[in-house]
């Protein structure tokens, strides 16, 4: 399983309709929550994601419609009885970012909340993918993230293998590992037998941020593409002055980034009752753009 979920689609200032920002990541059970404005926690039973597999927490920026919903979730999941580290990865300040929210509510926990600093190009190692900080541009230390899986194994010539004299069953999954095999005093490598390896999924996320070349550069071929596209290009010059990008800008990112899909989030108040013309403004620079709405699912699919 590899699926996103909104937790929050709004700007700034959240309206009856859209929270401050969050979306979480359920990928093979394990939850990577990136961002997590106030309300987070609620959203997350809403969408019945759980808590217990959240491992990591991976945060753009300090603005407070972006962080104000992780003291009351710790303390929930210390309620709940957790006991493993939670790994919280951030721009600077995160070592006295962490520290402040132990600090609040005056309780004490039953797990370790660690911070990790990342700077632009910094890489977040796991078994089978990695999360890649970005460069943005949003005033402050601010980051994107991109979560890419490492390549999987090619695929396995079933037929091929049964020609070659390799009966069905464990010598099977032994050429599929990259192992070579002797059937009969015949040698047969994994290559004869398996393709070439085959990329993983890959999600871009970049918080709020003016358009930059790093985005472009980091979402190629992605999957996903999670931009800001807090306003309509008419208020380019509220867009540039507030370090956001107007859909037409998160339109063209995502054109010359050749992603599949480019979702639209951090949605203005002001389009409270009309989404439409973000939508069609994407849409006329990039055909396969959306609006994120609170709870909306996106399963990402293996291209192959």
């Known amino acids: 399983m590899f699926k ?3 937790l929050g689609t709004g700007g700034t200032l959240p309206t ?16 990577l929550l990136f961002d997590c404005g106030e309300g987070t926690q609620q959203q997350m039973m809403r969408a019945k994601t759980g808590m217990k597999n959240l491992t990591s927490v991976f945060i753009t920026h300090y603005h407070a419609d972006h962080i104000l919903g992780i003291p009351g979730l710790i303390q929930t999941m210390s309620f709940q009885g957790r006991t493993e580290p ?5 721009p600077r300040w995160i070592h006295e970012f962490v520290n402040i929210l132990l600090a609040l509510g005056y309780y004490k926990l039953n797990f370790e909340v660690k911070g990790y600093e990342l700077q632009p190009e910094d890489v977040v190692e796991r078994s089978e993918y990695v999360v890649k900080a ?3 541009d949003h005033g402050i230390p601010s980051l994107g993230y991109v979560l890419e899986e490492k390549e999987r194994l090619g695929k396995f010539d079933r037929e091929r293998a049964i020609e070659l004299g390799v009966p069905p069953g464990p010598l099977f999954s032994k050429l599929h590992s990259g192992k070579t095999i002797f059937v009969g005093g015949k040698e047969i490598k994994s290559s004869q037998v398996v393709g070439p390896p085959r990329r993983g999924r890959k ?3 970049t918080g709020d941020t003016r358009p930059v070349d790093t985005i472009v550069e980091a979402a190629k071929n992605a999957d996903l593409l999670v931009h800001d596209g807090t306003l309509t290009h008419d208020l380019l010059d509220w867009a540039i002055e507030a370090k956001h990008s107007t859909a037409k800008e998160a339109a063209e990112i995502a054109s010359k980034a050749c992603v599949a899909e480019l979702m639209l989030t951090h949605v203005s108040s002001r389009y409270s009752e009309d989404t439409k013309p973000l939508l069609m403004e994407a849409r006329s620079v ?3 753009s959306h609006i994120a709405k609170e709870l909306m699912e996106i399963v990402i699919p293996y291209q192959d």
């Open 4 to 6: 996103l979920t909104f």
């Open 16 to 31: 009856a309709n859209r929270n401050p920002s969050a979306i979480i990541i359920n990928r093979k059970g394990e939850l």
């Open 86 to 90: 939670l790994h919280i990865y951030g």
């Open 134 to 136: 970005i460069k943005t």
């Open 203 to 205: 999600v871009v996320y």
């Open 286 to 288: 990039f055909k396969n």
